[in-house]
């Protein structure tokens, strides 16, 4: 395994990631295809063994109890605090970003992880009820008071999320230092805005999604999973371009065949070829890791690159949240 810092903190990870969307109480209100207790306490132990470190999750993933499995799997599997780096979310809940709903929400986190603090927190998207610099304010209050040591945000557009930054800045206040955005090979709009933004800012692209639910690792559009016939988030991203996402497919296919690899090896290796810091890989079995955990060795170079990102036209906008409607 390697490493990387993120964003300008000592805070070091694996250049791959935990998903914890995979984990948690399965149910037809969120996700149906999560992994129960057990299989999340195996899934980190074999990561872990792999030299993977870093764990991302969010306080709404299975309504908390993605939190409740990892606190717990940490626990039981005897992982020390200190060779964990933990980062959860805010956003989707009452209040959204505003000062009650921060402080309340990661108190929830903090209690469910069965920590007294988090490496990272993250916005989960940005709030239009909530004044950027109360959000900033309070985040920054977080981190004053130990219970967070870095901050980071997610899916928005690139103007928001410079504005946040120059408001942080402005005041004094602590910076994000990473962004966890839709980013991967069947989508890649953000190159446009948010990610020169993040460059301009030193800050570490952790995206999401970043083997497009699975199609990325496989030479077929379906895959007949149970995540594959009862997400309806998974066929909204990317159903309504299929006859360009299964180009690119191809070409990671073929790609994959001439290197002797697995897709989901070339899939990562393309975002390290990005400059990305550690994709999130969200595994429902552990060969998943195995292959995640070999792509980091895997470098493509500028002809590789630039065949698999040739077929790739503009999508339509997935993941930031569009601002309300004008009245009148």
């Known amino acids: 395994m390697k490493y990387t810092k993120l964003g300008n903190t000592e805070i070091e990870v694996s250049r791959i990631c935990i998903g914890g969307m995979s984990f948690g109480k399965a149910s037809e209100q969120f996700h149906q295809w999560t992994l129960n207790q057990k299989e999340t306490q195996a899934m980190i ?4 063994q792999l030299g993977v470190n870093f764990i991302d999750t969010a306080n709404q993933y299975s309504f908390g109890t993605s939190e409740e499995y990892i606190g717990t799997a940490l626990k039981n599997a005897g992982i020390p605090r200190d060779k964990i780096v933990l980062a959860s979310k805010v956003y989707f809940n009452e209040g959204k970003l505003s000062k009650e709903a921060i402080l309340r929400e990661i108190d929830g986190t903090l209690q469910r992880l069965q920590t007294d603090y988090l490496d990272l ?3 989960h ?3 239009y009820d909530t004044p950027i610099e109360e959000t900033m304010e309070t985040l920054h209050g977080l981190v004053v008071a130990g219970k967070v040591r870095a ?8 103007y928001q999320f410079h504005n946040m ?3 942080a800045e402005k005041n004094g206040w602590t910076l994000f230092s990473t962004m966890q955005n839709h980013y991967n090979l069947l989508y890649r709009e953000d190159e446009r805005e948010l990610i020169p933004v993040c460059r301009q800012y030193h800050v570490s692209l ?3 999604s970043s083997l497009a639910g699975g199609h990325l690792t496989r030479s077929t559009w379906d895959s007949g999973s149970k995540r594959d016939s009862t997400d309806r988030i998974l066929h909204r991203k990317y159903d309504a371009e299929k006859e360009n996402n299964f180009a690119i497919v191809q070409r990671v296919a073929e790609l994959a ?3 002797q690899v697995s897709m989901t090896e070339i899939a990562l290796a393309w975002h390290f070829a990005k400059g990305v810091a550690s994709p999130i890989v969200g595994a429902t079995k552990a060969p998943h890791f195995d292959d995640a955990v070999r792509a980091v060795d895997l470098e493509l170079d500028a002809e590789d690159v630039a065949y698999l990102e040739e077929p790739y036209l503009p999508h339509r906008l997935s993941g930031a949240i569009a601002p309300p409607a004008a009245s009148g």
Not at 45 to 48: D, S, T, V
Not at 151 to 158: E, N, P, R, V
Request: glycine share 8%.
């Open 151 to 158: 901050l980071g945000a997610s899916a928005m557009f690139g």
């Open 257 to 259: 065949e001439k290197y």
């Open 206 to 208: 952790i995206p999401y």
């Open 125 to 127: 998207r940005f709030d």
């Open 45 to 48: 132990e074999h990561a872990y």
């Open 165 to 167: 930054q120059i408001a």
């Open 121 to 123: 927190y993250q916005i």
